[in-house]
């Protein structure tokens, strides 16, 4: 039996990094606010029943062997529940790979859901969320989904009520930027400094203003990233002046994304970057 699920992508549309934790459980990494909103972009995540553990993907980038976080995460169901056989999973990856977007985050949740369902676990939402934290701190916000407040590290993750949706232009350059390469740029001299953006963005979603979430984008990691890697922040530049209502960074990046007043002129704008793009939207609350 092959059960399969889609596995979608989330961008970052506000980020403020506030501290390094230096002590407890989550010592080393760092407290986060942001502002986490799903899109439809998606990988196909298939799971058959198998002797041993296999990774099947398209793309040569993502690991098969155990560094691969769905392969982790069969592991983690199999020893937790003591399950006996294991399984293969193939990736039919469409979400780019280090790209900010939190594919690999995504394929990990959507596999211990599909480990659930493979071996008929009966596992409830909060106990796939605590799975999925001790793979990684951005795999328990796939268990809500949609548009939510994320710190991560401390574990405050809230689901935020709202009507608000998008049309984006996701533009993603020739390479990636890592997320321990990202983590290791920070500036703390600077970083923290727009956290009333945040709670704005997040009252303004309540409140279904789309204009107030416009005004409140932004992303601490652009501070050192964009340093780093200057043609980022001249391609979000360019973003701007191809008729976008505003452009950000995912994550760590390096993806870029523009926001379109509507489908066609995302379409249009797509069409004058000369990077690879695609035009998405927010999932809202058509998850599948």
């Not at 934790?21 to 080393?28: C, K, L, R, V």
């Not at 899109?39 to 690991?63: F, G, K, Q």
């Not at 999925?132 to 548009?147: A, E, F, I, Q, W």
Request: glycine share 10%; hydrophobic share 35%; net charge neutral.
């Amino acid at each position: 039996m092959i059960i399969a699920r889609n596995s979608y992508a989330r961008i970052t549309l506000a980020l403020d990094i506030v501290r390094k934790i230096e002590n407890g459980p989550g010592a080393g990494y760092h407290e986060l606010n942001i502002i986490k909103h799903q899109i439809n972009l998606h990988d196909i995540l298939r799971i058959e029943e198998t002797t041993e553990t296999e990774i099947v993907c398209d793309n040569p980038d993502v690991p098969r062997d155990r560094t691969n976080i769905c392969w982790q995460a069969i592991d983690l169901v199999r020893k937790s529940f003591n399950v006996r056989s294991s399984a293969r999973i193939h990736i039919e990856k469409r979400i780019p790979v280090k790209g900010g977007l939190a594919g690999g985050s995504s394929n990990a949740c959507t596999t211990l859901w599909l480990c659930n369902d493979l071996w008929h676990l009966g596992l409830t939402n909060d106990e796939i969320s605590g799975l999925g934290r001790s793979l990684g701190m951005d795999v328990p916000y796939y268990t809500k989904g949609n548009t939510a407040f994320d710190t991560e590290a401390t574990g405050v993750l809230e689901e935020i009520s709202t009507s608000v949706g998008f049309w984006f232009v996701l533009v993603m350059p020739g390479f990636g930027v890592s997320t321990r390469e990202a983590y290791g740029g920070i500036d703390y001299g600077r970083i923290g400094r727009e956290r009333q953006k945040t709670a704005d963005m997040r009252n303004a979603f309540a409140q279904n203003s789309r204009e107030e979430v416009l005004s409140a984008l932004h992303n601490d990691f652009e501070l050192t990233v964009f340093e780093r890697y200057p043609a980022l922040k001249s391609l979000k530049q360019a973003i701007r002046e191809a008729g976008c209502l505003a452009a950000g960074m995912s994550g760590s990046g390096s993806t870029l994304f523009g926001i379109a007043e509507s489908e066609d002129q995302a379409q249009r704008i797509a069409g004058m970057i000369k990077d690879r793009t695609l035009v998405v939207s927010s999932l809202r609350n058509n998850r599948q």
